[in-house]
């Protein structure tokens, strides 16, 4: 057990983790280099636990010491008690959600062993191993059938709410092209509430040359765009493809000439009233929905 420990002076280097958090240029750049990322909000600590992330320290204010017993009393890691006018002088913003974590990160996994392993279930909350038989009877793990790729996606926000779209409709892995935002800066992982967690992920070196990664695997690569050779999504969904790589490119110019002269489909989802496109966030969850596999294969 960690015993809370009462901070007073918001330049204590204890909280050296916590500096500056709107400052997005800084600690997109420190975070990475430093290993660690900011959990806030206890629904959000609890998730990076429970996915294995290794605590670094935990800052709290006052009223958040019983919500957080349980977590302090398993906490290998200082806890740091403020009052939240300091809370705010170290991290630049009232803390709304009264409890911020600092985590470590993890290696990142090789492209290839998310789309050879498998899928691992994670049911949180459910205690009766009853209940655990009759929603997987043959098994936590399912072979990865869905992944999906994004492309130069900057925005935090939308890189988040697509990692929760992703766990909620049954993607296997995403896949980072190198000038994707940070999936665990502190507004990605609050706005996936903590999906980034749940869905495996990992950043392509070489892209768009590592289509053939996901091609050598057995999975049809399809882009969602706009181009004079689209098929509809409808036609799509209808081929229920074994296997089904879903690219996704930036909010802006959307994908790159190279990355749609690499793919296998072109795929444009109908529209109407004049509009030609989604925010990427939208399309995904759109996507993600028709595309889902009618047939689960379950190891």
């Known amino acids: 057990m960690s015993e809370p420990s009462t901070v007073t002076d918001p330049a204590d280097p204890r909280l050296a983790d916590y500096t500056g958090l709107t400052d997005v240029e800084l600690r997109r750049r420190r975070e990475p280099a430093e290993g660690l990322f900011i959990a806030e909000g206890e629904k959000v600590i609890r998730r990076a636990l ?81 209940n655990l038989g009759a929603v997987l009877p043959s098994g936590l793990e399912r072979a990865v059938r869905r992944v999906a790729v994004f492309e130069d996606i900057v925005d935090h926000a939308n890189m988040g709410a697509a990692f929760r779209n992703a766990a909620a409709l049954g993607v296997d892995a995403i896949f980072l092209t190198p000038r994707c935002a940070d999936p665990l800066y502190r507004r990605s992982v609050k706005v996936s509430m903590g999906a980034v967690f749940q869905v495996p992920w990992t950043r392509l070196e070489a892209w768009p040359k590592d289509i053939e990664i996901l091609r050598s695997a057995g999975f049809t690569v399809a882009a969602l765009c706009l181009s004079d050779q689209t098929i509809t999504l409808d036609e799509l969904a209808s081929r ?11 909010e802006g110019d959307g994908l790159a000439a190279k990355t749609l002269a690499s793919v296998d489909e072109h795929v444009r989802i109908p529209m109407d009233a004049g509009v030609d496109s989604l925010n990427v966030a939208a399309a995904s969850a759109v996507a993600f929905y028709a595309t889902r596999p009618r047939r689960e294969q379950v190891r």
Do not use: N, Q
């Open 240 to 250: 229920d493809d074994e296997k089904l790589a879903l690219v996704f490119g930036t």
């Open 50 to 130: 429970s996915a294995d992330y290794r605590m670094r320290s935990m800052l709290l204010t006052a009223k958040w010491l019983d919500v957080m017993a349980d977590l302090i009393a398993d906490a290998d890691a200082p806890v740091h008690v403020v009052e939240p006018a300091l809370a705010e002088a170290v991290t630049g913003y009232h803390v709304h959600r009264g409890a911020l974590a600092s985590m470590e990160r993890k290696p990142l996994p090789d492209a290839a062993s998310l789309l050879t392993g498998a899928r691992v279930a994670v049911l949180e909350g459910l205690v009766d191993h009853t």
